[in-house]
């Protein structure tokens, strides 16, 4: 039995396993895909709020200049009152009465451009109160300047008509403008504060992102690293491997060879010995005839000098032990025999060619016919069979003796049937003999194969060695054979062949 | 025998008994020639190559020989007498138990003249030898001395 030698197993990226590896990849892409999102969201939330601090921006400044422009009406209102009462003249009332009516407009203006801020809406609500007051105190002073009394009004109402309220006015336009000034730089500092949290989330991500991709370049290199130098010991190794194959072969092929001299020389070199037992066996029967026609003479002529023993000798002895003799060196020829025809198959060369299996079963049934008749067994060649490339002789063998077995230890007196098949199976090619026969008990499976041991009752004639030489032939053939079987339940010998032989030296004669 | 000089049977063969039964069967098939047997390749060689009375001087010899031998292949000696032109043209009687094809071929190619494989079964080996008695009271020896054939 060939044993693979025992080489130490590569181990395969020993510090950084291929699951773990793929766990460590798979954390790393999501960690950067998160982190990519965290900035994309960033970005996207700095520039809506951007937009919003225009927005307000913008308000902020439609505000200071509504407020601007409220200032500028009510010292236009200012001045067309002075006009009034300095000339009385009803083209200044007209700018009057068109100036003061456009100051409630823009004070809605600026209470909605500032309603969310409550100090505002007070201011513009202050403002509101000092216009009315202002316009209620000018209406008498009109109604004078009307009635033609313009100097009355004028000293009544003086140049200077309300410089208290106007006071009050410039002092809350002024805080507005204040407020809405503050609010602005309120903003722009807000802004300034998202702007560097932007930033600094987009230096974070980066980084981020930075540490992810090297840390995965180099989890990766020392991947890779680690499965080169695995194939580069594998592919070591598997060199050995071929070699410590190469060198058992050879050694395997060496003690082969060595056997089938062996048993050659041993086989011609028992031979030798076993003529000359037979010849001088046969000359011993000679000179026990010789012996025995003196001693039927002496009988006659001469019964005196015949004793008992001699008489016993001649008739029973020596034609006993003669016939013992020959008996055993018939035998043992026979075994010599075998074996010569065993190491003589074994150095047969082998030639493999393309066969066609059923016609080479067809034509083993065919020589097996006359006996299967007589003993009543049907052959039965199941097909298709798969086709082998394969030693013809060696194959026409193995099937002749294995379906000549199911023959001949078929059922007595009972009709057998005996099935042949075959079947490709995972690149092997197997072959099925089942008979329906005695069997063989589960004991003697392996016993069966060897050399010289049968099987089972010893009623048909054979030397045992009909299932060793299949089974040397199915070895050297790269197969196997297995036995099935139980007593009285029918055999199944199963052979797997590989597809082709390589047509291989054979052994030196 | 119809020449002059009676023919010398050389047997080289390293078993006693075989020898022996070989002798009887041809003494029985009526053969009277001297037959002078060898044990060993190297004393059957030195025989033929060198002695006096045997080939070597002219005397005409057939010779019985047996392939397995102690000291040497009988193929060898086959080879050296055959190389010898004094000796080539004498009878040579493979008489082995070897029956592989390859071996008999190897000896015919050789010069050998007539391959007999010794049957187990004595009766069959007795008839054998008998017979080649027969046969060899019949066949023309040439002489040694490179002269005529027949």
Request: proline letters at 4%; charged letters at 25%; aromatic letters at 6%.
């Amino acid at each position: 039995m060939l044993r693979l030698p025992t080489l130490p197993l590569p181990t395969v990226a020993r510090d950084l396993s291929g699951r773990a590896f793929g766990q460590l990849m798979l954390a790393a892409v999501v960690l950067g895909f998160l982190t990519l999102a965290l900035a994309a969201g960033t970005a996207v939330w700095a520039v809506s709020q951007n937009q919003r601090y225009a927005r307000q921006v913008n308000h902020t400044y439609e505000a200071a200049k509504a407020i601007s422009e409220l200032r500028t009406l009510t010292e236009n209102a200012e001045t067309a009152r002075r006009s009034i009462l300095l000339t009385g003249q009803q083209r200044f009332i007209d700018v009057y009465a068109e100036v003061s009516g456009q100051i409630p407009a823009q004070l809605a203006k600026i209470a909605r451009t500032t309603a969310d801020n409550p100090r505002q809406a007070e201011a513009v609500e202050r403002l509101g109160r000092l216009n009315r007051l202002q316009v209620s105190l000018f209406e008498d002073a009109l109604a004078l300047v009307r009635a033609g009394r313009r100097e009355t009004a004028a000293k009544e109402f003086g140049f200077n008509s309300s410089p208290e309220v106007m006071t009050a006015h410039r002092r809350v336009t002024g805080a507005m403008m204040a407020e809405e000034g503050r609010r602005l730089a309120l903003r722009g500092h807000e802004r300034d504060r998202t702007g560097r949290l932007v930033y600094q989330a987009f230096a974070a991500a980066g980084l981020v992102l930075l540490l992810v991709g090297s840390g995965s370049i180099w989890v990766i290199r020392r991947h890779t690293q680690d499965l080169a130098t695995s194939r580069d010991r594998l592919a070591a190794l598997n060199e050995g491997l071929e070699g410590a194959v190469r060198d058992r072969t050879a050694d395997l092929t060496r003690a082969n060879d060595e056997i089938q001299r062996f048993a050659y020389i041993v086989s011609h070199d028992l031979r030798s010995p076993l003529v000359n037992v037979m010849g001088f066996t046969s000359e011993l029967e000679t000179a026990a005839g010789a012996l025995k026609t003196l001693v039927d003479r002496a009988e006659v002529n001469a019964p005196h000098i015949l004793t008992a023993e001699a008489r016993e000798a001649v008739d029973s002895d020596l034609p006993e032990a003669i016939g013992f003799i020959r008996t055993s060196t018939q035998k043992m020829d026979r075994l010599i025999n075998a074996i010569l025809r065993l190491s003589r198959e074994g150095r047969r060369v082998l030639a493999p060619e393309p066969l066609d299996m059923a016609a080479v079963m067809e034509s083993v049934a065919a020589s097996l016919k006359h006996r299967s008749d007589h003993a009543g067994v049907e052959i039965v060649i199941e097909r298709p069979m798969p086709s082998l490339n394969n030693d013809r002789v060696a194959i026409e063998q193995v099937f002749s003796n294995l379906v000549e077995n199911a023959v001949k230890y078929a059922k007595p007196g009972k009709s057998g049937r005996v099935v042949v098949r075959g079947r490709e199976d995972f690149g092997r090619v197997i072959f099925e003999v089942q008979d329906d026969g005695r069997g063989i008990d589960s004991k003697d499976h392996e016993r069966i194969f060897e050399l010289f041991r049968r099987s089972g009752a010893q009623d048909q004639p054979g030397e045992g060695i009909g299932l060793a030489h299949v089974r040397a032939l199915v070895y050297r053939l790269g197969g196997v054979i297995t036995c099935e079987s139980a007593l009285d339940r029918g055999a199944l010998f199963r052979v797997s062949l590989p597809p082709y032989v390589i047509a291989d030296p054979g052994g030196s004669p | 025998m119809t020449t002059q000089q009676p023919v010398t049977i050389v047997m080289i063969e390293d078993d006693e008994g075989h020898a022996r039964l070989i002798e009887k069967n041809i003494r029985r098939a009526g053969i009277s020639n001297t037959i002078r047997h060898f044990t060993d390749g190297a004393s059957g060689l030195d025989f033929v190559l060198n002695a006096g009375d045997g080939p070597a001087a002219g005397g005409p010899a057939l010779m019985l020989l047996d392939l397995n031998l102690p000291d040497m292949n009988g193929v060898e000696i086959l080879a050296r007498i055959k190389a010898e032109p004094r000796l080539k043209r004498m009878p040579i009687v493979v008489l082995t138990t070897t029956d592989d094809k390859v071996e008999v071929e190897r000896c015919y190619d050789l010069g050998c003249n007539v391959y007999i494989t010794k049957p187990v079964e004595y009766e069959s080996f007795a008839q054998a030898i008998r017979q080649l008695g027969l046969f060899l009271s019949v066949i023309q020896v040439p002489t040694a001395d490179a002269g005529g054939a027949r």
